[in-house]
Antibody
Framework: QVQLQQWGAGLLKPSETLSLTCAVFGGSFSGFYWSWIRQPPGKGLEWIGELNHSGNTNYNPSLKSRVTMSLDTSKNQLSLNLSSVTAADSAVYFC?????????????????WGQGTLVTVSS | DVVMTQSPLSLPVTPGESASISCRSSESLLQSNGYNYLDWYLQKPGQSPHLLIYMGSNRASGVPDRFSGSGSGTDFTLKISRVEAEDVGVYYCMQALQTPRTFGQGTKLEIK
């Protein structure tokens, strides 16, 4: 059974960089997309971006200038960095596996999710 | 971006009755291969979201057959027959057609 386990700093000051890691157990990176999604307190889901096992990335244009995603295939881990955070970046952050059903377009559904990491930005 | 609009946003349901949630997209999610690039997720209280339905109408592994997805193009419906107490939570639709992936606002199902 695939499991995604996340961790990272939960309290940041404005202008700092958010760094989260997601470890994948019970499966490989190859053949899947890997997404990060966030959820501000009491609100809905926002897609942050994705990367595949080759390291190709797509980011939400609303965050693109501040986001970096990467893979460490030797450790079966993916990471998210979000720079220059503000209070608006306070949210629960999820990693999720994208199961590809259309390899031409790269479309997928999110079949496994991490437990979520609450990140609060406050001075 | 593809805009996803759900209704209703709040859905009180009596156990044993059925419930329906609508999701509309600003662009057609029907591809030339005949599949609709629309997924449904449920986020139970205090939990991560999990997959219910993918490609418009396919139930994910382990999802009870009380859950069904239908629709095509820009109009989709998630139906829950014989609602149970364990079905409470927030239901989201998500388009998988293009990036950025976008979600509906969420529909909160509660038990009367």
């Amino acid at each position: 059974q695939v499991q995604l386990q996340q961790w990272g700093a939960g309290l940041l000051k404005p202008s700092e960089t958010l760094s989260l890691t997601c470890a994948v157990f019970g499966g490989s990176f190859s053949g899947f997309y890997w997404s990060w999604i966030r959820q501000p307190p009491g609100k809905g889901l926002e897609w942050i971006g994705e990367l595949n096992h080759s390291g190709n990335t797509n980011y939400n244009p609303s965050l693109k200038s501040r986001v970096t995603m990467s893979l460490d295939t030797s450790k079966n881990q993916l990471s998210l960095n979000l720079s220059s955070v503000t209070a608006a970046d306070s949210a629960v952050y999820f990693c999720a596996r994208g199961h590809i059903f259309d390899f031409l377009s790269g479309s997928y559904y999110l079949d496994f999710w991490g437990q979520g990491t609450l990140v609060t930005v406050s001075s | 971006d593809v805009v996803m609009t759900q209704s209703p946003l709040s859905l009180p349901v009596t156990p044993g009755e059925s419930a329906s949630i609508s999701c509309r997209s600003s662009e057609s999610l029907l591809q030339s291969n005949g599949y609709n690039y629309l997924d449904w997720y449920l986020q139970k209280p205090g939990q991560s979201p999990h997959l219910l339905i993918y490609m418009g109408s396919n139930r994910a592994s382990g999802v009870p057959d009380r859950f069904s997805g239908s629709g095509s193009g820009t109009d989709f419906t998630l139906k829950i027959s014989r609602v149970e107490a364990e079905d409470v939570g927030v239901y989201y639709c998500m388009q998988a057609l293009q990036t950025p992936r976008t979600f509906g606002q969420g529909t909160k199902l509660e038990i009367k």
